[in-house]
């Protein structure tokens, strides 16, 4: 917590954990809540290796092709 209380001003923090303590919260100048509205799993869909997955700020692979493109 320290952390972000030493945090520039022109610093942003993004939270998107809604179980994290009410300080935590307070700190954040955005706070998400995320939940499933429908998922693959539900139907019984395994995980797979080939999913994208975000690796942070615009981009994007796909770990087993190594294929790296924009969202």
Do not use: C
Not at 14 to 19: D, E, F, G, K, T
Not at 50 to 67: M, Q, W
């Amino acid at each position: 917590m320290s952390a972000l209380n030493a945090r520039p001003s022109h610093q942003t923090v993004i939270i998107n954990r809604s179980w994290l303590s009410s300080g935590y919260l307070d700190l954040a100048d955005t706070v998400s809540e995320l939940r499933p509205v429908k998922h693959a799993f539900d139907a019984g869909v395994k995980a797979r290796w080939e999913l994208i997955i975000n690796v942070g700020r615009d981009k994007a692979f796909a770990p087993s092709s190594g294929i790296n493109s924009l969202i």
